[in-house]
C-alpha cells in the first residue's frame, strides 16, 4: 500500500478482502507471475504511482538472487567462516553477512530511489541520495540466522521499506526518516534460502510468496494472501533460555507442555535459531513464537527496525498479531537503530492464550 491509513481499519479491510479471494491458491496462469509482474502491478492500484517503487523492488529482487546464488556456492568458493572484524552488537562477523551487505547496498543504490540504509552490519546509519527522487528509506538484515550460516541450514534476509518524511528540496534524509514506528512501513518482507530461494513480501494487500527457479532466473508466485492459522500447537522458544526468563512466562511454557485430555497440548517445540526460518514455519502451521526479555538482556536479542518490525508487519497482513509483551509491536517509537526488543507473536487465538499469561 502506498499511502499511510489507518492500520486497524486497514487490517479488517484486508481480512475481508482476503477472505473473498482464493487465499494461497494459485492457479496455473498465476504460477506464471513474476515477482516484476506482481510488484507492477501491487503499484498500478495507486493513482498516483510513478514505478520507482517498482524499480526499487527489482533492484531488491536482484540483490536477493545474487545473495542466494553465493549462499548456494558459499561452501565451493571458500566463503564460508568468519571475518575478522565483528559488528555493532560484538557478534563475530560471517564473510556471508558482509558480502549480503555489500550486495543490497549495491544494488539498491544503483536506481537512486533511496536516500538512506539501516543495517544490522553497520554501526551508523548510510546516507546515499539526497534529491527528490530519493524517496524511500530501507532497513534490512542481510543474512538472518548467522550462526547457522556455516552448517547448511536456513538462513535469510530481512526487509523494511519506509517513505521518506520530508522531501523539501535541499534535504536530505534524517534520523526520524529511519526510526519510524513499523505501522508506517510501506513494504516488508524475506528471503529464505532454504531447500530453495523463496522471497515473501507485502505491500499492505496481503502477504505473497514467490520462489526462485534458477533454470529461468525469475522469482514466480507460488501462493498469494497466505493466512496464518487461527491456532496451532507448536511454539518456539529457545528453551536453554527458560530459567532467565519471567515467571509469567514460564508459567505459560509450563501450560502448554503439559498434556490436556482434548489432546490439543502438549504443544511441539521447533526452534531453527533463525528468526525468519521460525516466522515462515509459524505463518503457514500457526503457533507461536518467543523471545522474551532475560536477566542477562532484558530486552531480549532482537533488533526492533530491521529484524522485528518487517516481520511483525508480514504476519499482521497474514492475519497474525505481534507484540512485546505489552504493545504491539508495529507502535514501537524506535529511538536507536539497533535497539532490541522482546517478541511474542503467533496466531491469533495462541497470542490471546499467551497474553492471558502475560496480563
Ligand atoms: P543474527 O541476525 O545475528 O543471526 O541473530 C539473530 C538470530 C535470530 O535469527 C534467531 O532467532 C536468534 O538470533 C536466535 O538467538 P538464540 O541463539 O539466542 O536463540
Ligand atoms: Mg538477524
Same mark, same amino acid.
Given at each position: ?16 478482502l ?5 487465499q ?9 507471475t ?24 527489482h ?16 561452501? *565451493?568458493?571458500d *566463503? $564460508? ?14 564473510? $556471508? ?13 544503483q ?38 550460516? =556455516? ?17 523539501s528540496?535541499g534535504? =536530505?534524509c534524517?534520523?526520524?526518516d ?20 523463496l ?16 533454470? *529461468?532466473?525469475e522469482?514466480?508466485?507460488n ?10 500447537s507448536?511454539?518456539?522458544f ?21 498434556? =490436556? ?28 513464537? $518467543? ?11 532482537l ?25 504491539r509491536?508495529?507502535?514501537i517509537?524506535?529511538e ?18 499467551l ?5
Amino acid at each position: 500500500m502506498f499511502v499511510n491509513v489507518n492500520f486497524t481499519n486497514f487490517n479488517k479491510a484486508i481480512i475481508l478482502l482476503t477472505n473473498n479471494k482464493n487465499q494461497m491458491e494459485v492457479n496455473n496462469t498465476e504460477r506464471l507471475t513474476t515477482i516484476d509482474h506482481h510488484i507492477s502491478r501491487e503499484e498500478s492500484m495507486h493513482p498516483t504511482a510513478t514505478g520507482e517503487f517498482t524499480s526499487l523492488l527489482h533492484d531488491l529482487a536482484l540483490a536477493i538472487r545474487i545473495i542466494s546464488r553465493e549462499v548456494r556456492r558459499a561452501g *565451493i568458493n571458500d *566463503i $564460508l567462516g568468519l571475518t575478522s572484524t565483528s559488528n555493532i552488537h560484538g557478534e563475530k562477523q560471517q564473510k $556471508l553477512d558482509q558480502y549480503a551487505n555489500d550486495i543490497i547496498k549495491k544494488a539498491m543504490s544503483q536506481g537512486g530511489h533511496v536516500c538512506a540504509f539501516a543495517s544490522e552490519e553497520d554501526d551508523e546509519v548510510t546516507v546515499v541520495g539526497k534529491d527528490r527522487k530519493s524517496k524511500y528509506i530501507i532497513l534490512f538484515d542481510p543474512l538472518d540466522g548467522s550462526s547457522n550460516i =556455516s552448517i547448511n541450514v536456513t538462513i535469510g534476509t530481512i526487509f523494511g521499506v519506509y517513505r521518506r518524511i520530508d522531501l523539501s528540496p535541499g534535504q =536530505s534524509c534524517s534520523i526520524s526518516d529511519v526510526l519510524q514506528p513499523g505501522y508506517k512501513l510501506i513494504t516488508a518482507g524475506y528471503a529464505l534460502y532454504g531447500s530453495s530461494t523463496l522471497l515473501v513480501y507485502s505491500t499492505g494487500n496481503g502477504v505473497h510468496s514467490f520462489t526462485y527457479d534458477p533454470t *529461468i532466473g525469475e522469482f514466480l508466485l507460488n501462493k498469494q494472501y497466505i493466512r496464518v492459522p487461527k491456532q496451532g500447537s507448536w511454539y518456539s522458544f529457545n528453551e536453554g533460555n527458560y530459567y532467565l526468563v519471567d515467571e509469567k512466562v514460564r508459567k505459560y511454557l509450563d501450560y502448554i507442555k503439559t498434556p =490436556s485430555e482434548d489432546k490439543k497440548r502438549p504443544f511441539t517445540l521447533r526452534y531453527i535459531g533463525t528468526l525468519i526460518a521460525d516466522l515462515h514455519r509459524l505463518l503457514h502451521y500457526g503457533g507461536v513464537y $518467543l523471545y522474551p526479555g532475560t536477566t542477562k538482556n532484558p530486552n531480549g536479542k532482537l533488533r526492533l527496525i530491521y529484524e522485528v518490525n518487517p516481520l511483525a508487519f508480514i504476519l499482521e497482513q497474514a492475519g497474525g498479531r505481534a507484540t512485546d509483551g505489552r504493545r504491539r509491536i508495529l507502535e514501537i517509537a524506535p529511538e536507536d537503530i539497533h535497539q532490541r526488543t522482546p517478541l511474542f507473536m503467533g496466531s491469533p487465538d495462541d497470542m490471546d492464550l499467551l497474553e492471558s499469561f502475560l496480563k
